[in-house]
């Protein structure tokens, strides 16, 4: 083949490229409209929950409706099997063409994909939606388990673990770590969490490592850089106490959220947790939980953390995924997911950068009987660096796990 025929075939391919093999242009936004317009964008997100799963769907019919673009909800029982496959097809040299499009994600998974070189960006900052997120007053939107996001990540959700109780049967729960540890003990049978490695169920564990540790700053680091075994030494005495006092003895737990949640609807137990402040609300207005159920926080503060959209480097429809990452930071759905009737998550934008008749959206929405007002949650704690959560989650389950 002479050099000529070469730069010809070079050009051919070149043309005949598929669109998802070229990275949308980020500055000229109505040509990433033209281009998502058509596709199918496949997001990947947890759907262990019906009221999040029909806020994913309400949110494909208004990208459908306002963009000519579909919207197929992968549902994950963990993030990571995500993750695992957009590896498989690195490692299949499918560097384009992917079959995750965007992906729910924070902490351990996001740190993962982020230093393996697997997400598309930075895009965030460029979302013409992005200047409505209030970084000011939630730096945490920037920073997630102690690393910086760097536009990789689009926030769309803000939590705090809140506890949940039936007032009528406890009115005066326990409001610290130190205080439900005494509680376990006088009330046998009365409490769990989720099985780790869940999400909700380390997060208790990471929870319970602040309420231990003279010094919790040591978790802003990675787990490798100091004594591990010392540092994590009252935690695992903390649970060895409480554990022959938990549900069924600690020798089974409940395998999420919703499973912890049913618990607590159905009497088994008197404490249940959550991320979502507006959980117990939502469960009451769809008649799963009493309306005696309240929440609470414990003194010293509780665990707090942003949600991201994320788009894989080989994503096929990445125009698709930033459309939709740009319209789940409109006020209108943000303010649905608020409601909680729908959802009870935490808004990532600032009420003051908003028009007046997006702000009334939000001043309109009852929070729910049992939603602490944002003045009554306290302390928001930092998550610990992502290497906390894998190795005690991997400890947790060599120690305590089902059958040991």
Not at 211 to 240: K, M
Not at 322 to 340: E, G, K, M, S
Request: charged share 20%.
């Amino acid at each position: 083949m002479t050099f000529r025929q070469l730069a010809s075939a070079i050009c051919l391919a070149m043309m005949t490229l598929p669109a998802h093999a070229q990275a949308p242009d980020l500055s000229d936004w109505d040509a990433v409209l033209r281009e998502a317009e058509g596709q199918t964008v496949f997001w990947h997100a947890w759907g262990g929950d019906p009221r999040i799963n029909a806020f994913i769907a309400s949110v494909g019919a208004e990208l459908q409706a306002r963009h000519g673009v579909a919207l197929e909800h992968v549902r994950l029982a963990d993030t990571s099997d995500a993750v695992t496959r957009v590896i498989a097809e690195r490692q299949a040299g499918r560097d384009a063409g992917g079959a995750v499009d965007v992906i729910w994600i924070n902490g351990a998974n996001f740190a993962s994909m982020k230093d393996q070189g697997l997400l598309f960006g930075p895009f965030a900052e460029a979302l013409p939606n992005w200047p409505l997120v209030d970084t000011r007053a939630n730096p945490a939107v920037l920073i997630d388990f102690t690393l910086p996001v760097e536009g990789y990540g689009s926030p769309w959700a803000m939590f705090q673990m809140v506890f949940e109780h039936d007032s009528a049967t406890l009115p005066e729960p326990p409001r610290s770590l130190a205080a439900l540890r005494d509680w376990i003990a006088g009330n046998p049978g009365r409490f769990t969490y989720p099985q780790p490695p869940d999400f909700l169920g380390t997060s208790f564990l990471k929870q319970a490592l602040y309420g231990v540790l003279e010094d919790p700053s040591v978790l802003l680091g990675p787990a490798g850089d100091v004594d591990y075994d010392a540092v994590t030494a009252p935690l695992w005495a903390f649970l060895d106490e409480i554990t022959p006092n938990l549900w069924r003895q600690g020798r089974a737990y409940p395998a999420n959220e919703p499973a912890l949640g049913q618990l607590l609807a159905d009497g088994e137990i008197d404490i249940a947790f959550a991320f979502n402040p507006g959980r117990a609300s939502a469960a009451i207005a769809d008649g799963e939980l009493q309306d005696s159920v309240r929440t609470f926080v414990f003194e010293e503060g509780t665990l707090a953390n942003s949600s991201y959209l994320s788009i894989p480097y080989n994503a096929a429809n990445k125009a698709g995924a930033l459309v939709l990452a740009n319209l789940i930071l409109d006020p209108a759905i943000q303010a649905r997911a608020q409601d909680p009737d729908v959802l009870g998550f935490q808004t990532v934008l600032g009420q003051h950068l908003l028009e007046p008749q997006d702000r009334a959206r939000f001043e309109a929405l009852e929070l729910g009987v049992a939603t602490l007002a944002p003045d009554q949650l306290g302390t928001g704690l930092l998550e610990p660096h992502p290497s906390w959560m894998t190795r005690i989650a991997g400890d947790w389950t060599a120690r305590y796990g089902t059958g040991k």
